[in-house]
């Protein structure tokens, strides 16, 4: 079946410092969506990016989608403490799979 | 504007008792779904619903879940004899469209503890 992998699991950063998650994917997506889940809270839609090297950029993140459309970036420009949460990419095709997520804490 | 809610918030039962989570999808929505999260642990999809019907399930999804839209509002989510490893955040979505390229919009949660 589909297997969606996200690495790193975790970083940590200093405030203002950048941040980069990845997602791979086994096979081509259609699409891939980002999700933000803050502590105790529930997964929040970020972007969805559907075209072969499309790059989405939403103020500080910026997201892009591979040629092949197996994997996916979502890079974070001077983090602010704001920014901590944990980070998933998503492919719904049928199933929907989720990667393992990218916890980020920034420390002030 | 509008959101998915979920009841109860936290739901505490014995092993082997039936509960349902209930769900109530933005009002306008045509697909549902149901994922958990285990403490720690990522976002597993169990179950998508349209039109009356299960769409797609995973294999976590077997004969102990069931779905159900009892009204045009509700949707639910019985598992008839829980067990420990059941403990976990079930999280109720829904989409306008179907799954592949539409966002889903996540409900708050409901936290089930199996004792």
């Known amino acids: 079946g589909q297997q969606v992998m996200q690495i790193p699991q975790y970083q940590h950063v200093q405030e203002g410092e950048d941040f980069t998650t990845y997602c791979n994917s086994s096979t081509t997506l259609s699409n891939i969506q980002w999700y933000k889940q803050r502590p105790g809270g529930h997964p929040v839609f970020l972007i969805q990016?559907?075209?072969?090297?499309e790059v989405k950029k939403q103020k500080r993140l910026t997201f892009q989608f591979g040629e092949a459309k197996k994997n996916s970036s979502l890079h974070i420009t001077a983090t602010q403490t704001t920014d901590v949460g944990t980070y998933f990419c998503?492919?719904?095709?049928?199933?929907?799979?989720f990667g393992d997520g990218t916890t980020l804490t920034v420390k002030p | 504007e509008p959101e998915v809610t979920q009841t109860p918030s936290h739901q505490v039962t014995q092993m082997g008792q039936e509960v349902i989570l209930r769900c109530v999808p933005i009002?306008?929505?045509?697909?549902f779904y149901w994922y958990r999260q285990i403490l720690g642990q990522k976002v597993e999809f169990l179950v998508s619903?349209?039109?009356?019907?299960?769409?797609?399930k995973s294999e976590i999804f077997d004969d102990q879940f069931s779905v159900e839209r009892p009204d045009g509002s509700n949707f639910t989510l019985k598992i008839r004899s829980t067990k420990l490893e059941d403990s976990a955040m079930y999280f109720c979505?829904?989409?306008?469209?179907?799954?592949?390229?539409?966002?889903?919009?996540f409900g708050p949660g409901t936290r089930l503890t199996v004792l």
């Open positions: 619903f349209y039109n009356n019907e299960i769409s797609e």
């Open positions: 979505a829904s989409s306008l469209r179907a799954g592949e390229g539409d966002t889903q919009y």
């Open positions: 009002s306008n929505h045509l697909y």
């Open positions: 990016l559907v075209k072969s090297g």
């Open positions: 998503a492919a719904h095709a049928g199933k929907s799979t």
